[in-house]
Structure formats: structure tokens, C-alpha cells
């Protein structure tokens, strides 16, 4: 189940293949980064001197390690731990989502909310009201810091724009995604909006937690695998 939230509350709720014609909800710029890439540094590879008169034994350069036969050695010795729990794929949006997701106030300043992503290392937060319901949601990328400004004669306006109140930067209405909606849903939506993850919230809207495309693609290279096409059916 989706929904969209807003200042005003729930403005839609049902599947993703409606969402496109909510007229807010519209395509986002996907963020760019905020800082040039530095040059790779190269690689020193050693190499072990040859043998000299006075040094007539080279010196001997251990073998890589065999990582199958370390792999085998470890699933033998986990038989002895007696039968694991089978492993059930990831298949929901509770299978993966963030809980305890960041989350900021609408009335918070700009820059004060830019140091708060940055400090818990985060690209976006929720934005809630003080009865912990969704009204928006804050990409990192939309706020300009005082420190990448070049220009002397932009400080003024970066002054105001640090000043302002989240609630003047932050993306909304935004879409919201239930707990036990197929992750395979969420994904399309992703794709279709350009937003770089959703926040989980009941039909009230209060905050429950955050899927974001880091949760999905860290679930697509851990274990035990990710399932977008088999699970429950999950009615809408």
C-alpha cells in the first residue's frame, strides 16, 4: 500500500500505478554530487629483489590464499553445530527497511538539518510534524553548505538560504510505502520518481522507519538472498 503526504495529510492512498497521476508528485532531479571526485592514487606493486652474491637465498613470497578451501573447511565445521533455521528470502519492505530512521522537524533550519545528515552520514531524511506524521522529505543534495559556496558576493544569499526553514526545501508531498508492501512495488516506484528511498508509515502517516536504494541493493548482495518475485500475495 502507497501513500501521499503532505502539509495538509493524506492526499492519495492505494498502488503504485496511480501514483503517477497525483500532479505534485512529479519526477525529481536526481541529486549531484556535491564534491569532484579525486584522482585515483596509484597502486605500488612490490616486488620481492632478486638474489645477489651476498644475499644467495631469495626471499620467498607466501601463496595466495585458497578461498574455496577455507569456505569448505567453515561449512564443515558449522555441521557439527547441529541443522541451521532455513533461511526465508527478503521479499518485503520489513524485511529490509530502516527502523530507526532520522528523522527532522519542518520548522528546523536549513543548516542545522544539513549538519544533522551529515553527522549520522545519511543523503535524506523524513520530514515529520510534531505528531510524528510525514509532511515531506529532505534531500541533502537541495541544501547548499557555506563551505562549497566559491564566490564572495553569494555569502548573503547562502546566510538566508541556511536560515530558512526546512520546510521551504523539503520535497511535497512525498509518496509513503506500508510495512508489508513487495519490495518489487517500492523498486518501480523509485525508478518512476527519481527519489532516492521512501519513508515507511501507517495510514495515518506516522513515521514506522525508511527504505532507501541502499537497503534494497544491500539486500541483493546479502544473504539470505533477496526475493522479488516469489512471497505472500499482498493485496493493495
Given at each position: 500500500m502507497f501513500f501521499v503526504f503532505g502539509p495538509s495529510g493524506q492526499m492519495y492512498r492505494g498502488g503504485p500505478e496511480n501514483l503517477a497521476q497525483i500532479s505534485p508528485v512529479r519526477r525529481v532531479q536526481r541529486p549531484?554530487?556535491?564534491?569532484?571526485?579525486?584522482?585515483?592514487?596509484?597502486?605500488?606493486?612490490?616486488?620481492?629483489?632478486?638474489?645477489?652474491?651476498?644475499?644467495?637465498?631469495?626471499?620467498?613470497?607466501?601463496?595466495?590464499?585458497?578461498?574455496?578451501?577455507?569456505?569448505?573447511?567453515?561449512?564443515?565445521?558449522?555441521?557439527?553445530?547441529?541443522?541451521?533455521?532455513?533461511?526465508?528470502?527478503?521479499?518485503?519492505?520489513?524485511?529490509?527497511?530502516?527502523?530507526?530512521?532520522?528523522?527532522?522537524?519542518?520548522?528546523?533550519?536549513?543548516?542545522?538539518?544539513?549538519q544533522t545528515l551529515a553527522e549520522h552520514q545519511v543523503a535524506q531524511a523524513p520530514v515529520v510534524d510534531a505528531l510524528g506524521r510525514v509532511i515531506g522529505l529532505l534531500l541533502r543534495a537541495d541544501m547548499a553548505p557555506l563551505d562549497l559556496l566559491p564566490e564572495p558576493g553569494a555569502v548573503k544569499a547562502a546566510i538566508e538560504l541556511a536560515r530558512r526553514p526546512v520546510s521551504e526545501v523539503m520535497v511535497s508531498p512525498v509518496p509513503t510505502v506500508t510495512a508489508d508492501t513487495e519490495l518489487r512495488r517500492v523498486a518501480a516506484v523509485l525508478l518512476d520518481t527519481g527519489l532516492p528511498g521512501l519513508a515507511v508509515t501507517d495510514e495515518a502517516g506516522v513515521l514506522a522507519g525508511f527504505i532507501s536504494r541502499s537497503d534494497i541493493l544491500r539486500a541483493v548482495a546479502a544473504d539470505p538472498p533477496l526475493d522479488l518475485w516469489s512471497g505472500p500475495a499482498v493485496s493493495l
Amino acid at each position: 500500500m502507497f501513500f501521499v503526504f503532505g502539509p495538509s495529510g493524506q492526499m492519495y492512498r492505494g498502488g503504485p500505478e496511480n501514483l503517477a497521476q497525483i500532479s505534485p508528485v512529479r519526477r525529481v532531479q536526481r541529486p549531484q554530487a556535491l564534491r569532484t571526485r579525486t584522482l585515483d592514487t596509484p597502486v605500488e606493486v612490490f616486488h620481492p629483489p632478486a638474489a645477489t652474491a651476498a644475499n644467495t637465498h631469495p626471499i620467498s613470497v607466501p601463496s595466495p590464499v585458497n578461498l574455496r578451501s577455507q569456505d569448505a573447511v567453515s561449512a564443515y565445521a558449522q555441521t557439527g553445530q547441529g541443522p541451521q533455521q532455513a533461511r526465508q528470502p527478503l521479499t518485503l519492505v520489513s524485511d529490509v527497511m530502516t527502523t530507526s530512521a532520522l528523522s527532522v522537524p519542518p520548522e528546523e533550519r536549513v543548516n542545522d538539518a544539513w549538519q544533522t545528515l551529515a553527522e549520522h552520514q545519511v543523503a535524506q531524511a523524513p520530514v515529520v510534524d510534531a505528531l510524528g506524521r510525514v509532511i515531506g522529505l529532505l534531500l541533502r543534495a537541495d541544501m547548499a553548505p557555506l563551505d562549497l559556496l566559491p564566490e564572495p558576493g553569494a555569502v548573503k544569499a547562502a546566510i538566508e538560504l541556511a536560515r530558512r526553514p526546512v520546510s521551504e526545501v523539503m520535497v511535497s508531498p512525498v509518496p509513503t510505502v506500508t510495512a508489508d508492501t513487495e519490495l518489487r512495488r517500492v523498486a518501480a516506484v523509485l525508478l518512476d520518481t527519481g527519489l532516492p528511498g521512501l519513508a515507511v508509515t501507517d495510514e495515518a502517516g506516522v513515521l514506522a522507519g525508511f527504505i532507501s536504494r541502499s537497503d534494497i541493493l544491500r539486500a541483493v548482495a546479502a544473504d539470505p538472498p533477496l526475493d522479488l518475485w516469489s512471497g505472500p500475495a499482498v493485496s493493495l
